[in-house]
């Protein structure tokens, strides 16, 4: 059974900085590509940053390109998203997740869908105050 885990969520003023952290258990880690995705309240779950299997790929929408990085370290079996000069619209739930398949690679396309098939964890409230 896949379990998706996030943590590192929590309050922060506006210009600050939170590092969120992903681990995942069940499946061999370092197959998958991993992504992080965010909802607000009264929003669609979209598409943050993802990152390839190996490190060598990773993508992100435009609101934090230059702000957010994604890493990974597969010995750890852990996935980060540091997030630096956070702003009052980053506030939302951020999910971690899975690709369902290994041929599944980072990419605008896999970050435009929040596939249901995805392994998704319960998700890390991040709040900015203004």
């Known amino acids: 059974q896949v379990q998706v885990v996030e943590s590192g969520g929590g309050l922060v003023q506006a210009g600050g ?4 952290s992903c681990t995942a258990s069940g499946l061999t880690f370092g197959n998958y590509a991993m992504g ?5 309240p009264g929003k669609e ?3 943050v940053s993802c ?3 190996n490190g060598g790929r990773t993508d992100y929408v435009d609101s934090v390109k230059g702000r957010f990085t994604i890493s990974r370290d597969n010995a750890k079996r852990t996935l ?4 630096n000069s956070l702003k009052p619209e ?5 999910y971690c997740a899975a690709a369902r398949s ?3 690679s980072c990419s605008g396309s896999w970050l435009s869908i929040a596939r249901s098939d995805n392994y998704w ?5 991040v709040t900015v105050s203004s």
Request: hydrophobic share 40%.
């Open 36 to 40: 992080w995705f965010r909802q607000a």
């Open 80 to 83: 980060y998203l540091q997030m």
């Open 51 to 53: 990152i390839s299997w």
């Open 45 to 47: 779950r979209e598409g």
């Open 121 to 125: 964890g319960q998700g890390t409230q």
């Open 102 to 104: 290994r041929f599944d």
């Open 17 to 20: 900085s939170l590092r969120l």
């Open 90 to 94: 980053d506030t939302a739930i951020y």
